[in-house]
């Protein structure tokens, strides 16, 4: 015969905040890789309501060092502009590196004096969906500074509720993310997932492939050699490579070119 418990209480409970960061922990301490770990903290932060979160160092993107974190599913098409800039105007940031503790963005204002530049940062970010969100500093001596940001879902109300357990999620999992970097043998920037190529990219390195120079590419293109190098460049921060026979390999390997196009 059931219990009256369980007849009262048919549904399976929602975990709470603690109990989410708890099981994050265990789980973590066992995780080898970093696209292990992006899977346990996507699913903490669906847990405690939020849909995208960054845990990142702060430093340009397409310089990538051994020991520098970059794990996060914002959306791809934000993240390609954000590479573009390298390190974009980003307020949240800024703020990090002023803070001991997590913070909402919609205290920025009281934090810093909102740059435009800053301003149309944010403005851009909620096209995205990149909307409120709660950041966590991470700052350990002798690194770069860091953070772990965590981002509510597009039209839904802001967890206010979990705020206390995303604290404790995001030093925990900045943490693990460096456990799991010191650790490792593979390039730093292997787990990073590049974000799409503009079609003016794919254009200019497909010529690069074909062994054009960016003047004679320019002519192609109608465009100045300038321009050309500025496309590649960006495109070489979208993929967090070094140089442009490591950007033509990878964009070969995940078929933004193709060998026929380089052929031609």
Known sequence: MPSLSAAADPQPRTPSGISVVQDFVARAQNTATMTELRALVEGA?????FGHFAIVHHVRFGQPHKGNVRLTNYPLDWLALIREEGRPFDPVLRAAER???????DRLDKILDLTPAEREHLARGAEFGIGQGFTVPNHIPGEALGSCNFVGVAGRPFPDESICAAQALGNFAFEAA??????????????????PL????????????RGKSDSVIGQLLGIKPRTVNEHIEAAKRRYAVATRSQLLVRALFRSEICFTDVLS
């Open 99 to 105: 803070m001991s503790s997590g913070f909402t963005w």
């Open 198 to 209: 503009s079609e003016r990219q794919r254009e200019c390195l497909m010529f690069v492939g």
């Open 45 to 49: 932060c669906s847990d405690l309501g």
């Open 178 to 195: 460096r456990r799991i970097l010191a650790q490792s043998a593979e390039p730093c920037d292997s787990y990073i997932e590049p974000a």
